[in-house]
Nanobody, 125 residues
């Protein structure tokens, strides 16, 4: 059973960049669609970015498009989320999720069978 572990979250200042990592154990990342979600304090979990299992399709939330990039390195069995020009509105716990042979849909979130524990990103003014 695949297990996901996020890392890279920390406190940064507005305008900074940060790269989150999601390392998968058990399973080949090349067989899975991956997505990043986030949950800000007092809010529901929202979609951030995803790519299909074959890497053909990527999707981004409107709020991050042009600033965030999702990528995959099969040799490291790791998914990345490069985040640029961060703002306080990006403050949240970021979660990595996976769906076997999925197309990287934004919703419903329940299609993603595997989830990490999350990593905290805090952006100060």
């Amino acid at each position: 059973q695949m297990q996901l572990e996020e890392s890279g979250g920390r406190l940064v200042q507005a305008g900074d960049s940060l790269r989150l990592s999601c390392t998968a154990s058990e399973g080949n990342v090349g067989d899975y669609a991956f997505a990043w979600f986030r949950q800000a304090p007092g809010k529901g979990r929202e979609f951030v970015a995803s790519h299909s299992w074959n890497g053909v399709t990527t999707r981004y939330a409107a709020s991050v498009k042009g600033r965030f990039t999702i990528s995959r390195v099969r040799a490291k069995n790791t998914i990345y989320l490069q985040m640029n020009t961060l703002s306080p509105d990006d403050t949240a716990v970021y979660y990595c999720a996976a769906e076997f042979s999925g197309d990287g849909t934004e919703a419903p979130q329940e299609v993603y069978n595997y989830w990490g524990q999350g990593t905290q990103v805090t952006v100060s003014t």
